[in-house]
């Protein structure tokens, strides 16, 4: 699909009723911000994967995650929009460029998203990766229904402060909304 095909698909996705399980089940405190997702794949980013900036408390651990999103913009949209987040706000977006398969990514290089405390260590739950092999950047450009005719690049976008609440006023969501529209 072009890019605006492409763009109404995630849409009409986001509110889907599968769509909207399938983050029950897999993390339903995104429930709360699916809006806002909405709202970014209406203004020209659209959207594969996002954390909100939570923090869960256990008997003997802590998981604390640093807002993200990722998704896929035109590439003459994505030039203003990282200037702008990177002037306006105290957030992170970066161009994600494919690779070849063969080049080697070591996940210890990878900007950590979710640490877990326990007794007194931080181990890195998750993290993302600053390049992606082109077998995962077709698998994503794929999924989000995109064909190869746009000129569009992968974008990441992450919140410098752990366990900030990405719709919060001065969250992530919010911020790249507001960059968005400007």
Not at 31 to 38: G, P
Not at 57 to 80: D, P, Q, T
Request: hydrophobic share 40%.
């Amino acid at each position: 699909m072009k890019f605006k095909e492409a763009q109404s698909a995630a849409i009409s996705m986001i509110s889907s009723p599968e769509f909207i399980e399938r983050i029950r089940e897999e993390d339903d405190s995104m429930l709360n911000h699916l809006d806002l997702l909405k709202t970014m794949n209406q203004l020209g980013y659209i959207t594969t994967e996002s954390q909100a900036g939570n923090k869960k408390v256990g008997k003997s651990y802590e998981i604390i995650e640093r807002a993200y999103i990722n998704g896929f913009m035109l590439e003459s949209e994505a030039v203003k929009f990282i200037k702008n987040m990177a002037i306006l706000t105290d957030k992170n977006a970066a161009h994600i460029p494919h690779c070849s398969n063969d080049i080697h990514l070591p996940a210890s290089l990878d900007i950590p998203l979710t640490i877990v405390k326990k007794d007194g260590t931080i181990a890195v739950h998750t993290h993302m990766s600053t390049a992606l092999p082109i077998s995962h950047w077709d698998q994503e450009r794929k999924q989000a229904k995109l064909n190869k005719s746009d000129k569009i690049v992968y974008i990441s976008c992450w919140d410098t402060k752990w366990n900030r609440d990405a719709s919060s006023a001065t969250g992530l969501f919010t911020d790249v909304i507001k960059i968005l529209k400007s």
